[in-house]
């Protein structure tokens, strides 16, 4: 048996699956693909998270486009996070071309170009199904974490919460929540420090520019109504396939805290929305996550155990994350180790850090009689990859250098007039694009305010009135006494001793006559 032959039994007989799966492209061999030597992901395992990697122009972006495709047709609904805007053309169908069926013959597997359901979403001013969540829905745990506070202003954070529980004001966005942390050390410090102890006017402060640095990133538009209900990330359409859900996120490369603030949010809904899988035949939903060290670059080390804990606990409610980015390393080793499926593209020694990376990703990867993985990071061309899944009893799959399978829709992004169509045809914008703003804590605590300021002013009225009527009641006794004590003008003479003595004089004369 040639050593091809034997190859091709080793490959088979390591990909065989009583289950369902997608085939992504077929194994090569010192360089040729062997026909029919075919890499398959079996759908059980496709819940145990993934990492698809690989130097720019490599393919990432087209596997990630295979695997949501063919997530599609077996009934899985997908959601993609599209950092750089190249994901729309799968509501097209591929154009075709001599390359991709030569590509498809070499591997053995028929090609068809279709179109798949597609979902246009978005988190800024963009075009598409507008998603929302309330600073209520994040709790003050999560929105801690996110804003990376201290203990002590978490625990400021969760007074604020519990005080708008209490007096029934939900904290709706970021509007309501500034409001409340200016007026537990202002307006309302005494009812506060009365009922849950004195609010310190630093942590506030400290929390509030926290606030603001989200804000700057276009978090005021993510925060408020109407909520996106994560149950319509599951959606299928009339033929049975799984909508695949595009998060269009081309502007906000820059903003990497609104990233990661909405990610964790929605895994956080996820998880504590969607029923426990346990060991289950298929899915229920697979992300992909695009440029995915936006997410760990800027993350504090608290969001980075809320993921990593998240990650780890996810899988069992039939949820996969697939990681997408240029070198495994972007990743923590934590989240790392809990991926299952690696599609490694090609990687690039240009420097010395370069060379070293590439061994350490090589370790990550079975050893393989037929391979020197180092060596074929670096040989590896445009659309192939080296793949190692997990079977059905989750041991890890040969490791294969494999050819690609081509994307079915198109390769390409959509036009204005192909967007704009497929836009208007959408139940989901219809629904989540009206913005809401009904009364919340913010409207809640003007108007409380209001009523304390005017009471204030009826209170100081009153007293001026009180205050008057005193000096006016003083005044008339003040009046009645000096009229009382005042003296006849003709007894003031007959009394005075003057007139007395005179009197007298005038009597002792008559007397002595």
């Known amino acids: 048996m040639s050593n091809t032959e034997t190859f091709f039994n080793y490959i088979t007989e390591g990909n065989k699956t009583k289950g369902d ?4 492209g077929a194994a090569m061999l010192d360089g040729e693909t062997v026909t029919g030597a075919h890499v398959k992901i079996p759908l059980k395992t496709m819940n145990r998270h993934g990492l698809i990697a690989g130097a720019t122009g490599t393919g990432k972006t087209k596997s990630l486009q295979v695997l949501a495709e063919n997530l599609s047709d077996k009934g899985i609904p997908v959601l993609l996070m599209d950092i750089k805007g190249d994901l729309s053309g799968l509501a097209q169908p591929s154009p075709g071309h001599p390359k991709i069926d030569e590509r498809h013959e070499k591997i053995g597997l028929p090609f068809e170009a279709k179109p798949f359901p597609v979902e246009i979403l978005t988190l800024s001013e963009q075009n598409g199904v507008r998603l929302r969540a309330t600073v209520s829905e994040f709790g003050p745990v999560l929105l801690s974490r996110i804003l990376d506070l201290s203990e002590t202003q978490s625990g400021v954070v969760a007074v604020i919460f519990q005080y708008c529980d209490d007096n029934k004001m939900p904290v709706l966005d970021l509007k309501d929540f500034k409001k409340i942390l200016q007026y537990a050390t202002q307006e309302g410090k005494a009812e506060f420090t009365e009922a849950y102890g004195r609010i310190s006017t630093a942590s506030t402060g400290a929390i509030l520019r926290k606030v603001i640095e989200l804000e700057q990133q276009g978090a005021e538009l993510f925060f408020g109504e109407t909520s996106f209900d994560v149950d319509d990330l599951l959606r ?30 929605l895994l956080a809904e996820i998880y504590s929305t969607f029923p426990e899988q346990g060991d289950s035949d298929r899915p229920e939903l697979i992300m992909f996550i695009d440029e995915a060290h936006l997410i760990f670059n800027e993350a504090s080390k608290a969001l980075l155990n809320q993921i990593e804990s998240i990650v780890k606990l996810i899988r069992s409610k039939g949820v996969g994350l697939y990681f997408v980015t240029q070198n495994p390393t972007d990743v923590p080793e934590a989240v790392l180790g809990q991926l299952g499926l ?6 690039r020694a240009f420097t010395a850090k370069d060379r070293k990376a590439i061994k350490l ?28 899944a997990l079977d059905e009893k989750g041991r890890p799959t040969p490791l294969a250098a494999t050819m690609m399978r081509a994307p079915m829709s198109r390769m390409d992004v959509l036009t204005d007039v192909e967007l704009n169509a497929l836009l208007s045809r959408s139940k989901m914008v219809k629904k989540y694009n009206e913005t809401i703003d009904r009364e919340s804590t913010y409207e809640m605590l003007n108007e409380k305010i209001e009523q304390a300021e005017a009471e204030e002013a009826k209170e100081k009225v009153r007293k001026e009135k009180e205050a008057l009527k005193k000096a006016e009641s003083k005044k008339r006794t003040s009046r009645s006494r000096a009229k009382s004590t005042r003296m006849n003008p003709i007894v003031k003479v007959l009394t005075s001793a003057t007139f007395i003595r005179s009197v007298f004089g005038i009597l002792t004369k008559v007397m002595k006559k």
Do not use: C, W
């Not at 859900?245 to 964790?264: A, E, G, V, Y």
């Not at 690696?342 to 990687?347: D, G, N, S």
């Open 236 to 265: 299928v359409d009339n033929d049975g396939r799984g909508y695949i859900n595009i998060l269009r996120l081309t502007d906000i490369q820059d903003r990497p805290k609104l990233f990661s603030t909405f990610m964790l949010s």
């Open 21 to 24: 799966y997608i085939p992504i």
């Open 361 to 388: 990703t090589a370790q990550n990867y079975p050893d393989s009689e037929y391979y020197d993985t180092t060596e074929v990071l670096t040989s590896l061309g445009i659309g192939e990859a080296l793949v190692s």
């Open 342 to 347: 690696k599609i490694q593209h090609a990687l």
